[in-house]
């Protein structure tokens, strides 16, 4: 049988003369034999190598993009203004978050020696204020309880904790390892102008006036003449001052004793609003004071029925009045200082007044109050805020024990709250406002910092998970830090980034490995979902 090779001439002479006479038609008609024939794309503008277009493309959408995933209806969406909006929200200056120390506190916090202070403690503050020099607040009750002994002084009725040289040398070396500014107490309540005025002299020869930020006056002097003091061997009760003792009469007390002591000073130290007041009128009297200290609580367990909204629940310390309306408390006391261009300094702050509240302050749901009422009290123009701990305190941030020549310090939930704040708010940044929708249940707060980095912080104090659509004004890598807890009544278990200090740090550092979370912004938004009880930290 033949093959191609032995096709009979005549037949392969009519092919070749077929394509001769397709390839002259073609040249006559301007296309070369070379080039591929052209097809209905190519003559509308298509190449005919290119993808048919679809409708997606002809209408401006690209084929390989996916739709944006549908949000849930109680989804919460929240937009962050670009960076040359919303800049010129209160300052969070250095310092802004410090510790207020009982008289009491030092040595079992610091230790006994001056030249080993417990790293421990020391780190744990630094967590809290790096990169800065950390105000310290020393006093509470006991500045009003201390007093620093000398020949020929008796000592006052009421007065029962005694303050010595190793005393002051651990305060000394405590604020020299941590660069520290102190706020030092002293005791108003004695009436005894001899005891303030060595106490003072002490102070500056043990601790120096350069690590000396002010002295503070007195603790709470509107509670003198309605306070116990001290109770006498036969059961009657003393108080400081008598019945009546109002902000004028204190006033006078003030001025009478601060012409004795060195500036700058510090005061008045008072949690009554009707008191802060009179900041003004304070200020104008006594021109040495360049620093208005009040105090804020939003609960108490002292006299107080359980009915009450001030009494320590988990709900109570959760309802707005205990973050917003505490902030809003001591405004009027920003604004009068503020006019006379003097700084503000929550400079006592915990859950419970009485120090006394089991299953609420020691639980997670003070760490989501911390961090909710610090935001707060910048928003309102405080220019910085101390927590106050002491050992036995219910709020106590931090049981600290030495055994066998180590530290060891059990590491409260409200402390991680702090410690989300320090990361959210550094010195230098301002908060922003945002817009929100679907936000119920949800507080959000924004700090832009120097460098245009943006950090939004959530908290939700609701038992439902939300999804959050957070737009950022640009797209931007970011990353996504929790801080989370077994539920709200937990005292144990809590975690930040996925790290914790467990049940005893003995370093003072997060432990642990780290769960914090990249997102990517997609169609111009981060997607995430908040858990139900918990906070978060988004940073881009």
């Known amino acids: ?85 919303g800049v010129s929200g209160r300052l969070i200056p250095a310092g802004f978050l410090g510790l207020s120390l009982e008289n009491s506190a030092i040595i079992p916090y610091a230790g006994r020696g001056p030249h080993r202070v417990d790293p421990v403690f020391e780190q744990l503050i630094r967590n809290l204020t790096a990169a800065q020099s950390p105000v310290l607040r020393i006093g509470g009750d006991s500045t009003d309880w201390a007093w620093y002994p000398v020949p020929g002084l008796t000592k006052p009725n009421g007065v029962r904790v005694t303050l010595t040289r190793r005393w002051l040398a651990v305060t000394h070396a405590l604020a020299s390892d941590l660069n520290a500014r102190l706020i030092m107490g002293i005791d108003l309540e004695a009436d005894s102008r001899a005891a303030a005025d060595d106490e003072a002299s002490a102070f500056e020869r043990g601790i120096g006036t350069g690590r000396i930020e002010a002295l503070e006056l007195g603790n709470e002097p509107n509670l003198y003449g309605s306070l116990t003091w001290y109770v006498l061997p036969d059961g009657r009760h003393v108080f400081g001052r008598p019945p009546g003792y109002d902000f004028q009469s204190f006033l006078g007390d003030f001025s009478a004793f601060a012409k004795a002591l060195p500036g700058p000073l510090a005061g008045p130290a008072t949690g009554a609003t009707g008191w802060m007041a009179d900041t003004g009128r304070f200020l104008a009297a ?181 999804t959050v659509s957070l737009s950022p004004g640009a797209d931007r890598p970011a990353t996504l830090e929790r801080l989370r807890a077994p539920g709200l009544t937990s005292t144990a278990g809590v975690s930040l980034g996925g790290q914790s200090f467990g049940r005893r740090t003995t370093t003072g550092r997060l432990a642990g490995r780290s769960s914090i979370a990249r997102l990517r912004s997609g169609h111009g938004r981060y997607l995430f979902t908040l858990p139900a009880e918990s906070a978060a930290l988004v940073t881009f």
Request: charged content about 15%; glycine content about 6%.
């Open 286 to 466: 006594e021109p040495r004071v360049k620093l208005v200290t009040v105090h804020a609580y939003p609960l108490q367990t002292c006299d107080v029925p359980h009915s009450s909204p001030l009494f320590p629940t988990v709900s109570h310390l959760l309802a707005p009045q205990a973050t917003t309306g505490l902030a809003d408390g001591v405004a009027v006391a920003v604004a009068l200082a503020h006019s006379r261009q003097e700084p503000v300094r929550v400079d006592e702050m915990n859950t419970d007044s009485c120090g006394a509240a089991p299953g609420v302050s020691n639980a997670f749901v003070s760490a989501l109050w911390a961090l909710d009422a610090l935001f707060e009290m910048a928003r309102v123009g405080v220019d910085g805020v101390n927590l106050h701990t002491y050992p036995g305190a219910t709020y106590e941030l931090f049981k600290i024990t030495h055994t066998a020549r180590k530290w060891r310090a059990w590491v409260s939930p409200e402390y991680y709250g702090l410690l989300m704040f320090a990361q959210a708010a550094p010195p230098g940044s301002r908060l922003i406002s945002t817009t929100t929708t679907n936000a119920q249940g949800v507080t959000v707060w924004a700090t832009r910092g120097r460098k245009g980095r943006v950090r939004v912080v959530l908290i939700n104090e609701s038992p439902d998970r939300r």
């Open 1 to 85: 049988m033949a093959n191609w090779r032995t096709v009979p001439r005549p037949r392969r002479h009519r092919l070749a003369f077929a394509a001769a006479l397709v390839t002259t038609l073609l040249a006559l008609t301007g296309y070369a034999a070379s080039k591929p024939r052209p097809t209905l794309l190519a003559l509308t503008g298509y190449a005919a190598s290119k993808p048919r277009p679809t409708l997606r493309a002809l209408t401006g959408y690209a084929a390989s993009k996916p739709r944006p995933t549908p949000l849930p209806r109680d989804a919460v969406i929240i937009t962050v203004p670009r960076a040359t909006a």
